[in-house]
């Protein structure tokens, strides 16, 4: 143990293996999210039981805390190396503890916002899509909107350029966001219009 965490194995982006993170004084198993791994700065994980796939593992993890903390944001100076077995005994499982409230890593969720900005920069938001849990998803909607509002843009609010871009979700103002797996987004688009049109 003491040899793996003073000489750790190196971690490269998106080579899919789990990581050891910390988590405060202890050293957890994260679970990178495919796609979501090469950053350099911040990857994508989910912190699991260090005895995961074992079925007790997953009914252990969940009363410490384990599974109900979705993906999060990793800065890649959090990553200790690559996940190995002799750090299951620095967890907080291994503690018998439960995960603390904050373990430093905000949720890694994603939006789109369409915006209307003057030429100096101010503006407004008219439409929120959210929450996607993979970047790929929010650029793609994103690609859509903009393709959509192509030759449009300047006309839609009057003095104003329109771009759809991707942006955090921010859990706290969920209610201001549309779900973009429930309706079309280029409906949604519309309907925002329609509604700033007015």
Not at 14 to 19: A, S
Request: glycine share 8%.
């Amino acid at each position: 143990m003491l040899a793996a965490v003073r000489s750790p194995e190196p971690w490269e982006p998106g080579n899919g293996r789990d990581v050891a993170v910390r988590v405060g004084p202890f050293i957890e198993r994260a679970h990178p999210r495919p796609g979501d791994d090469r950053g350099t700065e911040v990857i994508v994980v989910a912190l699991v039981h260090p005895d995961i796939p074992n079925a007790a593992a997953h009914l252990h993890g969940r009363q410490l805390g384990y599974t109900d903390r979705g993906w999060l944001r990793c800065e890649t100076t959090a990553i200790l190396g690559a996940w190995q077995p002799a750090y299951a005994m620095l967890t907080h499982a291994a503690a018998g503890l439960p995960l603390p409230e904050d373990v430093g890593m905000p949720p890694a969720h994603y939006a789109v916002d369409v915006e209307a900005r003057e030429p100096d920069g101010s503006g407004f938001t008219f439409l929120r899509l959210g929450p996607y849990t993979q970047t790929w998803l929010a650029s793609r909607d994103a690609d859509r909107l903009n393709t959509e509002l192509e030759g449009q843009a300047a006309t839609v609010v009057p003095g104003f350029v329109v771009t759809a871009k991707c942006a955090p979700f921010d859990f706290s103002d969920r209610e201001n966001y549309s779900d973009p797996y429930r309706t079309d987004v280029t409906s949604l688009l519309a309907a925002a219009i329609a509604g700033v049109s007015e």
